[in-house]
């Protein structure tokens, strides 16, 4: 045994689960050395959910980054010649076509990310794995990638380990816990261990179901928390006695159940001669928080291992024996049996990246092992390139707002999280019913009694229409379709759509208290927001001006979308909801490493905005403020900020549009902002449903939403927001904008596309939500550009006033064609759609008040 080394380039905590193992090796395989790692187990881990997981892996998704990690993760395994490629069916019974149309929802999101998922009638489910009674099938899935890591993914940790500790990269020290972390002015400094402290400048925690309680030496939290997972074990089974497989039927997925089954192969293998059948908790899951894990010592099984008490279980083992009858035929091994502890975050992704608290302190925790070696190959590109190569918006852990890190919180969505890890079709629109009504605008009451239909985001409450405006279902009710479809019409309002036409005739409101507001201060502030910003900041000239603007990272990719205020004294970035936390923590971060003197502070909730839009905004705007005429165009220039009064209250008036027609956004202190609604709709203005702001309208403008048609794979002329100049002072990523500037054309570009034909095989007429493939009709296939990035709606809603479905993608530079004809995937069948405009291009133009035909 190698002493205890005194310091590290990096120390990694929870080397021996499958996470910190790939961590490990993928750092040594970026150049690291000098690597430690400890764990507070064996290594590989007999204690934590790596020791007992149920290693197999499907590559069916609807997110992009989730079936990147697993197809990586897939070739991983294989490569070492620790992966059975058994593939994987999920099911959907007889009566069950909820769980049917779900099955055609992953074969299409399958094609738009790369995965090879189709579809099967009940008699090849049947050939596939004979254990199945056919007459209970309807139909399934095919995913021929899935399969099983083997014999575990314990000894794949365990050789990951042994590889960078023979290679001179690595030294591990089993059964050495961390106790507390060195913390010195915002930074890591290093580790306490029984063995002695590790001084290091940077940590990554891989501890799992104990990452919280890394955390927690570090005063901060993440929001993840361990849940059961039942597994239990019947046999004995000997199928495949004789073979030497660890696995011979493929997996079998009964989502509708919440369950899985698999064979563990032949009975002398470790595990084998059974078949496992597990159960995720969809109606009542039982969490437990890491605090309450048991120590090694004192754990009747492992701490990350429960009793289970077949009570918990009957109910759904009696459904899986009318699939599987053999299950009832089999012995129960209650020996075998037990909760094993899994863990879930508060929205369904993963926890990596750097803390927001200390500079060096890095995590890598929420991940299940079809993921682990994606996940690690991320966070070892990310601590070595400061980016990764896909967009990782949806796992960083400075995604948060401190809301949403209370324990209460974590709790609540934690458990909703859990109910879903098996649920059947999770809508893109599906709003958390737990811990609502945390942060409301202050004419929050004025919206519900115009019966506000509310969604949230980063924790506002937002009005997606109000039911006091259906009277206009009247007026524009043969403009507006009825959705047929439950499921397209599922968390929608078809008063939205109404509210939008009538705001195009005359005048809305929307509220847009969800902003994410920084004040950006001190000596440095313009340099600062000049060395982030693409666009010039500086300058006399842009005092009094709101800036549209991107942050782009090294590769002069795009990171951000948001506007900067130059204010007399300071920048202020108006920011998405969802993207504020990220950029909040990014420019701290800038400000340390290059040395700007100053300020960062979160100023969302001392403020908040009013949109006032329409043909007749600045008419109604003129009737309440205190000088109308300064409204005027020539007193009141485009992107100009400027300070309005409006009953009695001090506010800043920004004139833009993200909706497509004239008018503002007022700017305004928590506390006036009742007194301004109240005032402006004195007026008779009405309230717009956000709905219009966010989807329809924004869509028909072909305006772009950040981390969804802006990611990090794209670069700013992708996108179609480059400038006509490159502004003279540096800034991040200028070298390699320059460079795509110079490019003959760019691999891809973000184009409108609009759907020709929207009825389905039965006549219905569907209204797409959600991420389509784009294909050529021609082959099927999905398009693909020269960089191997897959086409696919990054956006979709229904325009009222083009009166067609529109989505944007971004399409390969050889069909990036206006009038191409192309087609989309939605739940199996394809619909035709033509590209309508190349890059930013609107399909409606308020100016001439008509759309383009």
Known sequence: MAGFPEKAKVVIVGLGGIVGASVAHHLAERGWDDIVGIDKSGIPTDIGSTAHASDFCYSTSHDYLSCWTTLYSIEFFEKMGHYARVGGIEVARVGDDERMTEIRRKVSSGKAFGTRARLMDAAEVKEKFPLVEESVVQGGLWDPDAGLVIPRSQTVAGILIDEAEKAGKLKSFANTPATSLVLEDGRIKGVVTPRGTILADRVVVCAGLWGRMIAEMAGEDLPVMPIDHP???????????????????????????????????????????????????????????????????????????????????????????????????????????????????????????????????????????????????????????????????????????????????????????????????????????????????????????????????????????????????????????????????????????????????????????HFAVLDVEGPDHVALMEWVCAARIGGDANVGKGIYTHFLDDEGMVRADLTVFRMGDRCRVVDGADAGPRDYHYLRRVAEEKGFDVTVTDVSERYVTIGIWGPNARVNLQKVVADPDGLNPENFPFAAVKPVEIAGKKISAFRISYVGEQGWELHMPYEDGLAVWDALRSTGVMAVGIETYANSRRMEKSLRLQNADLLTEYNLLEAGLQRPKVKEADFRGKAKHVEHRARAHQPATLCTLVMTDNRDASGVERYPVGILPVQDPETGDTLVDELGRRSYTSSIAYGPTVGRNIALAYLPHAYAEEGRKLQVEYFGEAFPVEVAAIGYRPLYDPENLKPRS
């Open 231 to 513: 597994l239990t074990f019947f046999g004995p089974f000997d199928e495949f006695s004789g073979t030497g497989k660890e696995i011979g039927w493929p997996l079998l997925r009964d989502q509708g159940n919440s369950a899985y089954m698999r064979d563990t192969g032949d009975p002398t293998t470790s595990e084998g001669g059974m078949i496992e059948w597990g159960y995720y908790e969809e109606h009542a899951p039982r969490l437990c928080h890491p605090r309450e894990l048991l120590g090694k010592e004192e754990a009747r099984l492992s701490p990350s291992q429960r009793d289970l008490d077949m009570e918990q279980i009957l109910e759904p083992l009696e459904r899986a024996i009318e699939l599987t009858p053999i299950l009832g035929e089999l012995g129960y091994d209650e020996r075998r049996s037990f909760n094993g502890l899994l863990q879930v975050s508060t929205d369904g992704n993963a926890m990596l990246g750097e803390s927001t608290q200390h500079r060096g302190l890095w995590y890598c925790v929420g991940v299940w092992v079809k993921d682990g070696p994606g996940m690690g190959k991320l966070l070892a590109d990310w601590m070595t390139d400061g980016r990764t190569g896909i967009d990782h918006s949806r796992i960083d852990v400075s995604r948060f707002y401190p809301h949403q890190l209370s324990e209460e919180f974590i709790a609540n969505r934690c458990g909703e999280a859990a109910k879903k890890v098996y649920n059947p079709g999770i809508h893109p629109r599906e709003p958390f019913e737990t811990s609502r009504n945390l942060r409301r605008s202050p004419f929050h009451e004025r919206e519900k009694e115009l019966g506000g239909y509310f969604m949230e985001l980063g924790g506002w409450e937002r009005a997606h229409g109000y039911a006091a405006n259906e009277h206009l279902l009247e007026r524009y009710g043969n403009r507006v379709p009825v959705r047929e479809n439950e499921w397209d019409n599922r968390h929608f309002w078809r008063v939205s759509n109404a509210e939008q036409l009538a705001m195009s005739d005359d005048c809305g409101l929307i509220n847009l208290s």
